[in-house]
Nanobody, 128 residues
C-alpha cells in the first residue's frame, strides 16, 4: 500500500520548535518532489515549503521563510520540516504530499493541487 505518514506535531508554546516527519511506505521517495502544506478550518490550503527529488532545490512560503527548514533523507525514505520560532498563527494541520513533477529545480513557487500522494496530516498547535 502506497502511503505517506506525517508525525511530530503537537502543542508548543510561542517561540518553540517542532520537527515534522513525512515517511513513505510502499514507494521510494527519491523519485518524488515533496511539499509541505497546512490548513486551518475554513481557510484555503497553504503551501509552505517544498524540496526537489535530490534535495538540491527548496522553496518556502513568505509566512515561514527564515523560520522553517525542509530537508530529506532518501536513505530513510523520509522528509522533514523543522519549525522554529513558532507563532500562534502557525497553528494548523500540516500535510505532506509527493509528486514526481513538483518542486523541480529552478522553478519557484509551491504547487498545492494535483499532487499524487497525500498524507493524513498532523496537528500543530502553538499556544501559551
Amino acid at each position: 500500500q502506497l502511503q505517506l505518514v506525517e508525525s511530530g506535531g503537537g502543542l508548543v508554546q510561542p517561540g518553540g520548535s517542532l520537527r515534522l516527519s513525512c515517511a513513505a511506505s510502499g514507494f521510494s521517495l527519491d523519485l518524488y518532489g515533496i511539499g509541505w502544506f497546512r490548513q486551518v478550518p475554513g481557510k484555503e490550503r497553504e503551501g509552505i515549503s517544498c524540496i526537489s527529488k535530490r534535495g538540491d532545490w527548496t522553496n518556502y512560503g513568505d509566512s515561514v521563510a527564515g523560520r522553517f527548514t525542509i530537508s530529506r533523507d532518501n536513505a530513510k525514505n523520509t522528509v522533514y520540516l523543522q519549525l522554529n520560532n513558532l507563532k500562534p498563527e502557525d497553528t494548523a494541520v500540516y500535510y505532506c504530499a509527493a509528486d514526481p513533477s513538483t518542486c523541480l529545480p529552478g522553478i519557484h513557487g509551491i504547487t498545492t493541487t494535483n499532487l499524487a500522494y497525500w498524507g493524513q496530516g498532523t496537528q500543530v498547535t502553538v499556544s501559551s
